[in-house]
């Protein structure tokens, strides 16, 4: 794939969506912390019906703190791997409060220290609470950019490496979520709706559907 057509993709994606965002809910970077870290192996939307409870209650480093493992656990008992990421919540609660004053801290290496916190989700954190031209590369980013050519990898690393590569600058800070969104509706896992997909003209997959 050429960077003309790379261009054409993402300007076509651009134009579906202007303002592209996660489906995640919150109102503040500590808000996105815990949802991002919640959402490991778990869907946005469940994600959302538990956060959805939690914050009006407790929407702070210091008064999740407060919780404990067990007050957070009631809150979060619907999401899968709920009791490792109270653990996790916890502790990265703690070290916000006695490190950074309870604000999550604008620096990469600084969110990657927090428990429960990897690249991916620094990247998502970065990019969608500081505005940082960071790419989070996820289960549908992946396969969307190795089905449609745009930039394919044999890892997760790979991809972001590509796509911070050749991913134009004008396109960098909102191209995770138009891929992801891609991802989840159209370019599905098992049948990819690709006679609904507005990039099918510029894509590279060899086995394209009718549906």
């Not at 500590?30 to 009006?56: C, H, M, R, W, Y």
């Not at 653990?87 to 004053?101: A, G, H, M, S, Y």
Request: proline share 5%; charged share 25%; hydrophobic share 40%.
């Amino acid at each position: 794939m050429n960077q003309t057509k790379r261009k054409e993709i993402l300007t076509r994606l651009r134009a579906e969506n202007p303002h592209p965002t996660t489906e995640l809910n919150y109102s503040s970077p500590f808000e996105l912390l815990i949802a991002v870290i919640l959402s490991a192996q778990a869907t946005d939307v469940g994600v959302n019906k538990a956060t959805d409870k939690l914050f009006p209650v407790a929407n702070t480093a210091a008064a999740i703190l407060a919780l404990g493992v067990d007050g957070l656990k009631d809150y979060i008992k619907t999401i899968g791997l709920f009791n490792a990421k109270a653990e996790n919540v916890i502790k990265t609660c703690r070290i916000l409060v006695e490190q950074f004053d309870g604000e999550v801290p604008e620096s990469r290496e600084a969110l990657e220290a927090l428990p429960g916190v990897g690249r991916k989700t620094a990247n998502v954190v970065l990019n969608t609470a500081f505005g940082w031209p960071t790419i989070a590369v996820d289960t549908h980013i992946f396969r969307v950019s190795n089905r449609t050519g745009l930039a394919p990898g044999k890892n997760v690393v790979e991809v972001e490496n590509k796509l911070l590569k050749v991913v134009p600058a004008e396109f960098k800070v909102d191209v995770h979520h138009w891929l992801i969104l891609h991802g989840r509706y159209v370019c599905v896992a098992r049948k990819p709706r690709c006679g609904a997909c507005l990039i099918e003209d510029l894509c590279e997959f060899r086995d394209k559907t009718d549906i």
